[in-house]
């Protein structure tokens, strides 16, 4: 049987019961395998697929590490909930199911263990989540397709680093990592390593390209706290969508990625047929050599393989595109983004001014601060249920909360102009 969780309770916590009337597919994926997309239908088809959660070690870097692999029914030992950044969040601001944003305390209750949820929802958004536009109009400009995912690796996991992190006596920076990776594959410094611990020939990501193709590739950063550049050396990058919205597209060599930023860019394939390498390199901004992880040499040079078929397994020796200061810390320059079939916003009708700044608590170490205030949330009566029972006027000050008043009674036609200031020397994304 297949454990879904049909709604929530008036007490907050989800309802679970068993259903076999699910046809569920479970996911499997091979990042190195070009994408396959699904036949489009005439007419509306439900497709279920099962999520599992679980803990497991794995060894992406050559090192062992505790790994969260997702694949349906939460089994971790504690509650938790899954953030689908973006794809639901057009469906959830018409719909009004933002249940499904995956934050506990806000929008949800988190989900029990060996409980799950069931996200039920229509497909109105596309991008780097992997879901088919028949009408992307970048459809006929590329061949195959595949995803790249950027992330890196720590020392200790987040259930021993927190605790650190936010204890009171503490005074040092975050956590370091220890190595990065591409699509789930990197290269730790092994010579740091305990003895058996550490495969220091470990494999790289490797793309197989085709001479005279071309390929869409949706890049994703995953990590935590890691900035990245990346480039394919000796092939420039054109970019057609940023975060699931199209864009009038522009080339570059270059492409800095922040934290849970994501960039689908086409690559000519029409290079002499060889090898070259793919970088992510650690933006100067990541933290390194403050005060936990300090036991290892930290190399910022990720790297990955594009390979076209037809040639060995020579290592590459291409030549990397030259390191472009303004690319440290930063996005790409948004007055080069522009989006296609673009609409004026409407003329705002209320702004908020948003402060975020770090700072420590006499009872806590490390905090984030919006306005000099650090959200508590409520994970038995999230904001949004609170927002559901009318209860919109009794929000603590701990709860982060701003409102308005709509000019029309819908709210469709309303806008509201939001400044976020971020006074900290961490790159810091928003997402919304």
Sequence with gaps: NVITAQKMLDDGYLQISASDELNCIDITSDLFVPLQPLQPSNGSVTRCYNLKLTVKTLTPDGLKHIVLLLNVTNELGEPTTSNLKNLLNKLNTLTGNNQYDGVPGLTQCPIPNHGSLLYNFTVNEFGPFVIYNPNDPYLTEYDFEYVITL????????????????????????????????????????????????????????????????????????????????????????????????????????????????????????????????????????????????????????????????????????????????????????????????????????????????????????????????????????????IMDLQANNFLREENAYEYECTTEDC?????????????FQSHPFHM
């Excluded at 470990?202 to 950063?221: D, H, L, P, S």
């Excluded at 934290?259 to 933006?283: E, G, H, T």
């Excluded at 309303?414 to 900290?424: C, E, G, K, L, P």
């Design 151 to 386: 992330s890196e690796w720590y020392l200790f996991p987040t259930d021993v680093l927190d605790p650190i992190l936010l204890s009171p006596g503490y005074r040092g920076g975050e956590a370091n990592p220890i190595s990065g990776d591409i699509s789930g594959k990197g290269q730790y410094n092994c010579t740091t390593a305990p003895t058996n611990s550490c495969n220091p020939n470990n494999g790289i990501a490797t793309y197989a390209v085709q001479t005279g193709k071309k390929y869409r590739f949706r890049i994703i950063n995953m990590s935590g706290a890691t900035h990245y550049i990346f480039s394919i050396d000796e092939h420039p990058l054109t970019i057609i969508e940023v975060d699931g919205n199209l864009i009038n597209n522009v080339t570059l060599t270059t492409i800095p990625i922040n934290v849970a930023q994501r960039y689908s860019v086409i690559l000519n394939a029409n290079m002499p047929i060889k090898s070259y390498s793919i970088r992510a390199l650690l933006s100067p901004c990541t933290p390194v050599n403050q005060s936990l992880s300090l036991n290892y040499t930290l190399n910022p040079n990720v790297l990955g393989i594009l390979k076209y078929e037809g040639t060995n397994d020579t290592a590459p020796d291409s030549i990397a595109y030259p390191f472009k200061q303004s690319d440290v810390c930063s996005d790409v320059n948004p007055n080069i983004l522009k989006p296609l079939g673009f609409k004026p916003p409407k003329k705002s009708t209320r702004k908020f001014d948003l402060v975020v700044t770090l700072g420590k608590l006499p009872t806590t170490g490390g905090m984030a601060f919006i306005n000099n205030s650090s959200l508590v949330a409520n994970f038995n009566y999230p904001t949004n249920r609170k």
């Design 412 to 424: 469709k036609n309303d806008a509201v102009d939001i400044y976020i200031s971020v006074t900290t």
